[in-house]
């Protein structure tokens, strides 16, 4: 997938991995659309992409992210989504909302497009007090991993971002109860730069290595 040029529908845009990632396609020259929850941030964040759609969708009510994906489609003509899947306060958000997003752009993207979405380490290493998330990302990693399939018949790629602990400030606002001690987090800055080489060269995994470095595989195992 080409970014220079491209038409990338973000969504969580306006969180800490969401917005980097949002910065570094559009400094590599694609057009982005701008999904999340909370219309005043979507607003905020805006500001720095006069130019981009915006769209708030309820990650409760899975129905709701379509909404987003037509809009953009619309706004943009030819595009990739792109989910950060994360913040959504309980399992079922976590994987079902994700995957309302790609099914209603499977529909939609040509060939050469792709999607992509984060589940994190802990979709292969689940971690004590947090098994809810731990299982949820676990879930949409199977997700990606089955539609990945599906979605080769129609020439679209299916990347699955599974970096190490970032620091986003995720775990100072825990929904309920006290957060889980977390080691200091990676610059999300760093993944976001490896998740645009991932898109540019339709890989399916990118992973962190034993030293916490990105590694993209063309190929999930």
């Known amino acids: 997938m080409k970014l220079n040029g491209s038409r990338v529908l973000v969504a969580d845009a306006t969180g800490g991995r969401g917005g980097a990632i949002t910065a570094e396609l559009a400094d590599r020259g694609a057009s982005v659309a701008l999904a999340g929850r909370d219309r005043g941030r979507l607003a905020h964040t805006a500001r720095t992409y006069p130019s981009a759609p915006i769209a708030a969708f309820d990650a409760y009510g899975p129905w709701s992210c379509t909404r987003p994906v037509h809009a953009a489609a619309a706004a943009?003509?030819?595009w990739a989504p792109l989910s950060r899947a994360?913040?959504?306060?309980?399992?079922?958000?976590?994987?079902?909302?994700?995957?309302?997003?790609?099914?209603?752009?499977?529909g939609i993207l040509r060939r050469g497009s792709a999607v992509a979405a984060v589940t994190g380490v802990v979709a292969e290493r689940p971690q004590?007090?947090?098994a809810d998330y731990s299982a949820c990302?676990?879930?949409?990693?199977?997700?990606?991993?089955?539609v990945r399939r599906e979605a080769r018949s129609a020439g679209a790629a299916v990347l699955e971002?599974?970096?190490?602990?970032?620091?986003?400030?995720?775990?100072?606002r825990p929904v309920a109860g006290t957060a889980p001690h977390w080691p200091e987090g990676g610059d999300p800055r760093h993944v976001a730069g490896a998740v645009a080489d991932a898109l540019e060269a339709a890989a399916e995994l990118l992973r962190s290595g034993p030293d916490h470095?990105?590694?993209?595989?063309?190929r999930a195992r």
């Not at 994360?86 to 499977?106: I, N």
């Open 213 to 218: 470095s990105p590694i993209v595989e063309r």
């Open 161 to 172: 971002i599974r970096p190490g602990h970032l620091y986003t400030r995720f775990a100072t």
């Open 86 to 106: 994360g913040r959504w306060p309980s399992v079922h958000p976590r994987s079902l909302a994700p995957a309302a997003f790609f099914r209603a752009a499977l």
């Open 128 to 130: 004590p007090r947090v």
């Open 76 to 78: 943009l003509q030819s």
């Open 137 to 146: 990302k676990a879930a949409l990693a199977a997700w990606l991993d089955a």
